[in-house]
């Protein structure tokens, strides 16, 4: 997606139509590239609003290559702020700055041949390195921007999504719903409208099937799963050559006449404070509106300095404002050092929310404090509410990430796509391939040694953000209470894994416990010494397959109650045997076999036993593979400001008795 827009056409035409369907359903299409022909968010907003207050339902299609990033996401936050529901619906491709646009539908709809492409945003800037450094900072910027949409959708991991938009990645549509960019599959299309705009030529990996769809003619046959775009109105044929002349010569100045109108818009706010770089970018041809604004914005950057905190320039290019809000909130929140040239540093929560309102242009003129922080929440152009929730987020993320649950160590983790019940086999396997001789047929083998069924199940709590937080300046709401529902989201899991460890288990593969005698799995009556140590370990050792083959499993940990780890860790941390003296040379046979691990949880639960596991017997599942929390969020009638909801989906099972070995001391 391009920071700039490159092209200057007449107002003729437009890459978005908007109409109301019915009283409350309105429908809109972009079919074209974003920011073209003059067009701008602004246009889009104009006539978001112009459909009224009753809108319900906004029926969004898609068939978009992209464009300008700031017009873009400007209109993705006009989309998600809006009261109504979304139901996207690509009509063929959504493509850089639409497939971020297409993330504010609450459902996105995709026949399985259309395809959605995600990549990082990209820019053309001169200057010295200076400049290029600002430069790049903004596109970082803009990419963090971008992350987010696709993160409250997908609940993708950033560092996941990251790598995504590095390799410019094409996903079909059964790929965008597996991997949560879509939620449903339509019918494939036959054919779906061509796309004019040269910046398909700048997608380097764009699959042949979509080229073959977008460029080459489709024919006359109409189908009901042909994609249409808006119409616009043509030319007509029989001009004239010499008539076609003078209409070129009026076309171009129309075009001039418009940008140079756009230029002038741009620099309207101030007042001729910058009448000279004005007249640099109506002087040179080449510049266009979005490429003055962009001169604009580095104009204002140098040596800004705000003489009072409560005065502040800003140029609406649809999420400057946003990102230094929450700039400033996270510095505060202490996940980011501050940014000395930020304007809204120090600010108290009731102040940013006022500022995301002002300095949008939005009037709060006799509002009360109560009244001007609603606004800040629910207003369609403010994203005051979603930067909150952004920044509650962080806290919730490391609170899990801090946490003191060590199930990982000794579990692995596992996948599911859905909430059905799924196989998984357990440690057994195959002893060796059957030779296959000369001319014969390879023969199938079949892993049936062990199995369970693995399901996964939600878990989750609710927190308010609400007016009173914001004005009574209760930064804990946003740190310190996120932060404990992290911790207690991984707490939620080691529950899980623990009344696995603890419950002994029905094995759904022989129908028995899991430490059942007939598995061969405990030991009782034991002392915690190097004897005992090795006796479990040998036990483990000898499992076998069902058909008696030998499985060679070793322990991957350790796991004792806190009042035996200094024990083991004493026994197979030592160079030579307890009893005898070092310089004997008897060395200890079991010296580092096996990391040692504590638990408050089992000295709670039993201080006397202790377990020998690998890390395949125990699968801890996440929906798509995400191990982190999720935050939703919901402004609703229920809480005054924005209820936020802090969820987990996840499952434990026990998958094989081979790889756990419980020990009771006596």
């Known amino acids: 997606m391009a920071i700039t827009s490159q092209a200057i056409k007449t107002n003729n035409q437009s890459w978005f139509t908007m109409k109301a369907s019915a009283k409350d359903t309105a429908e809109i299409s972009i079919y074209d590239e974003i920011g073209f022909w003059g067009v701008t968010a602004q246009q889009f907003a104009k006539d978001l609003k112009a459909l009224g207050n009753n809108i319900k339902q906004i029926n969004l299609h898609i068939h978009s290559p992209g464009g300008d990033v700031f017009d873009g996401i400007a209109i993705y936050n006009l989309l998600k702020n809006h009261p109504a529901n979304k139901t996207v619906t690509i009509d063929g491709l959504a493509a ?26 990209w820019g053309i800037q001169g200057g010295d390195a200076d400049d290029m450094r600002k430069y790049a900072d903004l596109l970082d910027k803009v990419e963090s921007t971008l992350l987010m949409a696709y993160i409250n959708k997908t609940g993708k991991s950033e560092e996941e999504l990251a790598a995504m938009l590095s390799e410019e990645t094409w996903l079909t549509g059964k790929e965008c719903v597996e991997q949560g960019f879509a939620d449903k599959l339509a019918d494939s299309l036959v054919a779906m409208a061509c796309i004019q705009s040269k910046k398909l030529e700048d997608y380097t990996k764009m699959p042949n099937e979509i080229k073959n769809m977008l460029f080459k003619p489709q024919g006359n046959t109409q189908s009901q799963n042909v994609a249409q775009p808006p119409k616009t109105e043509q030319p007509q044929a029989a001009e004239k050559s ?50 003055a604004k962009d001169k604009l914005l580095a104009k204002l950057g140098e040596n800004t300095t705000p003489s009072v905190p409560q005065s502040h320039i800003h140029v609406d290019n649809g999420n400057l404002i946003g990102d230094s809000v929450k700039a400033s909130l996270l510095a505060r929140a202490g996940f980011e050092k501050a940014e000395k040239d930020n304007a809204y540093n120090s600010m108290t929560l009731r102040e940013l929310a006022r500022a995301s309102l002002v300095d949008r242009g939005i009037g709060i003129a006799g509002m009360n404090a109560m009244q001007m922080v609603g606004m800040a929440f629910t207003h369609s152009t403010s994203d005051f509410g979603q930067i909150l929730i952004d920044v509650a987020h962080k806290s919730v993320l490391k609170g899990w990430s801090e946490s003191t649950e060590n199930f990982e160590q000794w579990t692995h983790k596992g996948t599911l796509t859905d909430f059905r019940p799924a196989y998984r086999v357990g440690l057994g396997g195959f002893d060796s391939l059957p030779q296959v001789r000369e001319g014969a047929e390879y023969t199938y083998v079949t892993l049936g040694d062990t199995g369970m069924h693995v399901s996964l199940a939600t878990y989750g709590a609710l927190f308010s953000l609400t007016r009173q937080l914001i004005i009574n300046d209760d930064m804990n709401m946003l740190t310190q209470v996120p932060y404990k529902l992290g911790q207690a989201a991984r707490a939620t899991i080691a529950d899980l894994v623990f009344a696995q460890l603890f419950g002994d288990p029905v094995m759904s593969y022989d129908g028995k416990k899991l430490y059942d005698a007939a598995h061969k799995n405990t030991v ?15 036990l483990m050792n000898a499992q076998k397959s069902f058909d008696g083959k030998q499985l060679a499993i070793e322990p991957d940990v350790l796991l004792a109650p806190t009042s035996l780890y200094t024990r083991a860790k004493q026994i197979l941390g030592s160079n030579s045997v307890e009893g005898t003296d070092i310089n004997s040379g008897i060395i200890n046979p079991l010296k580092d076999v096996v ?72």
């Open 595 to 666: 990391p040692v691990t504590k638990s408050q949880r089992l000295q709670a639960e039993n201080a006397k036993i202790w377990y020998l596991l690998n890390k395949e017997a125990i699968e801890v599942s996440y929906l798509n593979g995400v191990e982190q929390p999720f935050i939703d969020q919901q402004t609703g009638f229920t809480v005054d400001g924005v209820t936020t909801k802090v969820r987990i989906d996840a499952g434990v099972n026990v998958l094989d008795h081979r790889g756990i070995v419980r020990v009771t001391n006596a």
């Open 524 to 538: 009782t009556g034991a002392a915690m010494d190097l004897a005992n140590i090795d006796k479990a370990i040998q």
């Open 242 to 291: 010499v008539v076609q002349t003078v209409d070129n010569t009026a076309q171009v100045q129309a075009q001039m006449a418009q940008r140079n109108t756009a230029i002038k818009a741009v620099f309207a706010p101030f007042n001729g404070q910058f009448n000279d770089l004005l007249v640099e970018c109506l002087g040179d041809i080449t510049i266009t509106a979005e490429q």
């Open 96 to 121: 850089s700055m639409a497939s971020v646009i297409a993330m504010a539908g609450n459902e996105i709809i995709m026949p399985e041949n259309a395809m959605m492409m995600i990549h990082k945003p």
